[in-house]
């Protein structure tokens, strides 16, 4: 079945491969998937990942990049010298696989309460701020010209867009609008540079070792948009994950991250970055809303869902603290 | 009239049966998902318990707060259309008050563990 599959097509392009083993599925929804397996080869065992829309699943969603442009990213992304995970193969229609990839497995952690309290990360952490910083910069450099076509997004786009998507909930949330409101008031307009955005900077899409950052992941959001978004999602309270006075990441402070993407010769604007933090922080209280959306109305009729969507009231209390901050 | 147990002692009971019997039997995702299910229950005790009062007092406030009537839904879709239309702001007397205190009864149903609620129940 999917060894045997995964198998014939590795042989297609992996020398040697005398086939696959270890197939695992890590998740997926009804439209995507991601796989981990170990092509086995007489050089040793290759661990691989293969994320894909199965053959029946092209069109991704409007805010998606697609996978053969997430391909391309991570591809230009690793060549830069961007902690990403090599791309091994783009499926093609031979493989009969669906649309997507194969990348390198690269080892490590992305559960962000592992990364923030488990010891083997203890030497890592105070590291990570400047890392990310400098990961950053190495994203927002990436020339412009070589990218695959994305969505271009401004600040008033999103804006646009989180009220739509808010309206259509049909619920209303006296914070959320206080929030639209201040986002509409201090939109700082478009950014003078316009540059490739990760979209998804945070907990979960980062691979990380005792050494530090070891791959950025999923590129599934990116967009062209002010570069100031990826830092300031990053400092969104809802990836603190309980290290409240730590923003970044629940890890690290803005100064150390805006160091590291400095000392990457890029300059950081915290005005448009704090801009950004409330914006991220409205986007997953709306997200979370999405979700109880998606489980009232199918097909994903999961509690998880369920429950996610009671999360919302977290980034309500996250824009007061942003917003209208009471005394000490 | 119901009879007894009351729904807040039935989901307690469950939630406690699955915390204390089967999460020491349940492995893999479904360990995971056991967890988010006692989550559920214990949320819904909380609402149980807590939801009346706080509903009562958020509808007293909003009625001063808009000097209208109406139900509780009604009154937060004016507050949040005035809000948008800027006819009421962080400026408007009691707004800011208002919101904190209704978020904080939201949390204290929602997630009376998250970071930001139990440093913000510590400034009162």
Known sequence: MIEEQLGRCVASWCPGATGVTAAAKLSGGASQETWSFDIVHPDGVIG?????????YGAA??????????????RLAYEAGVPSPKVLHVLQPRDGLGTGFMMARVEGETIARKILRDEQFAKARPMLARQLGQIAAGIHGLEVAQLPELRRMTAAKEIFELERDYRGFDWPRPVFELALRWLRDHDPGPSDEVTLVHGDFRHGNLIIGPDGVRAVLDWELAHFGDPMEDLGWICVNSWRFGEIDKPVGGFGT???????YEAAGRRADPDRVKFWEV??????????????????????????????GRRSSETEIDLLRLLAPRGK | MQDEPTPTELTKAVADFLRNEITPAIGGHNAFKLRVAINA????????ALQQGGDVAEAARLTQLL???????????ALADRIAKGE?????PGLSDHLWQTTMDKLAVDQPN???????LGRK
């Open chain 1, 48 to 56: 691989a990942i293969l994320r894909r829309s199965p053959p029946g």
């Open chain 1, 61 to 74: 969603p409007s805010r998606a990049a697609g996978l053969d442009a997430e391909a391309v990213l991570m």
């Open chain 1, 254 to 260: 803005r100064e150390d991250l805006f160091a590291g």
């Open chain 1, 279 to 308: 914006m991220g922080t409205l986007r997953w209280g709306v997200m979370c809303c999405g979700m109880m959306q998606r489980f009232r109305s199918g097909p994903d009729h999961s509690m998880e869902r369920a429950m996610i």
């Open chain 2, 41 to 48: 229950l214990d949320l819904v005790t909380r609402q149980l």
């Open chain 2, 67 to 77: 000097d209208m009537q109406g139900s509780l839904v009604e009154l937060n879709r």
């Open chain 2, 88 to 92: 009421a702001d962080l400026r408007t």
């Open chain 2, 114 to 120: 998250y970071a930001s609620y139990r440093r913000e």
